[in-house]
């Protein structure tokens, strides 16, 4: 149910939230073209898997926007062949993929040495995808603190690295999972000067979980992948067979009495 300062996290109320932005003019981050209207972005730190579900969905309504994918996630290798093909399928339904770059991954390099590393980063999804990347936001990037001297061949290559204004427009995002200002009077705005939505894909859920559900389900589903992985193995089915997750449990379970003794 929307509140006055806060949407909850349902699937539902997303909808209702993608059916009011089809209303107003939605851009990529890629093709803002200055105007005002609603520049939407995604930035998937967890799960592509979340991402396909939630661009299926935005799809629906006609929305506009990036999907800001990472080469250094912890959680998922774009380069898999199941995240390959949801990447493939997010690009066909027609929003912009970009990078959601984490400098902090090179420690303290010089800005030559990460203009390189976001260089070979954008290569890997312009690969996948089939289009060169543009576009670059920053994973964490309240967390950063350092200032980056681009050259002008990168500021050209990537001219919305980071984020798309200084203090033109409204920002506004579900990060923490929390909307700092109302959103729908944030889109209301939008007819007057630019607003960037950031949403994450894997705040949303049917039922509306909280942190520690949504990561428990992305962890259920790695099972699932581990499994799938471990299939073609001649072992698989007499060591492993469809339960791995039980084996998960029991792990757990004798990890708890373990550390009670
Ligand atoms: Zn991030």
Same mark, same amino acid.
């Given at each position: 149910m929307q509140t006055k300062r806060n949407l909850?996290? $349902?699937? /539902?109320?997303?909808?209702?939230?993608f059916e009011k932005l089809s209303k107003y003019k939605t851009? *990529?981050? @890629?093709?803002?073209?200055?105007?005002? *209207?609603?520049?939407? &972005?995604?930035?998937?730190? !967890?799960?592509?898997?979340?991402?396909?579900?939630?661009? =299926?969905?935005?799809?629906?309504?006609?929305?506009?926007? %990036?999907?800001?994918?990472?080469?250094?996630a912890p959680t998922y290798n774009i380069s898999s062949k199941e995240n390959r093909s949801y990447l493939i399928e997010i690009f066909d339904m027609g929003f912009e993929? @970009?990078?959601?770059?984490? +400098?902090?991954?090179? =420690?303290?390099? #010089? %800005?030559?040495? !990460?203009?390189?590393r976001a260089d070979s980063e954008a290569d890997i999804i312009?690969?996948?995808? @089939?289009? =060169?990347? /543009?576009?670059?936001?920053?994973?964490?990037?309240?967390?950063?603190? &350092?200032?980056?001297?681009?050259? $002008?061949r990168f500021k050209e290559a990537y001219p919305y690295f980071g984020g798309i204004w200084g203090d033109k427009g409204i920002y506004v995002s579900d990060s923490r999972m929390k909307f700092p200002k109302n959103i729908y009077d944030v889109i209301s705005k939008? !007819?007057? *000067? +630019?607003?960037?939505?950031?949403?994450? +894909?894997?705040?949303?859920?049917?039922?509306?979980?909280s942190y520690d559900r949504i990561f428990s389900k992305v962890v259920l589903d790695y099972i699932d992948d581990i499994e799938h992985t471990f299939e073609d193995n001649s072992k698989y089915d007499e060591v492993v067979g469809g339960r791995l997750k039980d084996c998960v449990r029991k792990v757990l379970n #004798?990890? &708890?009495g373990n550390s009670s003794t």
């Open positions: 909850d996290f $349902k699937f /539902k109320n997303l909808l209702t939230l851009s *990529c981050v @890629g093709e803002w073209d200055g105007d005002n *209207c609603i520049v939407v &972005r995604h930035d998937i730190d !967890i799960s592509i898997r979340k991402a396909l579900h939630f661009a =299926r969905m935005e799809s629906c309504h006609k929305v506009n926007s %990036t999907y800001f994918i990472m080469t250094t993929i @970009g990078l959601h770059f984490d +400098p902090s991954v090179y =420690r303290n390099a #010089d %800005t030559k040495y !990460i203009e390189d312009s690969d996948i995808v @089939g289009e =060169r990347v /543009k576009s670059i936001s920053l994973h964490n990037a309240s967390l950063i603190t &350092r200032e980056f001297e681009f050259g $002008k939008s !007819i007057d *000067c +630019p607003v960037q939505l950031l949403l994450h +894909p894997e705040h949303y859920s049917i039922d509306g979980d #004798d990890n &708890r």
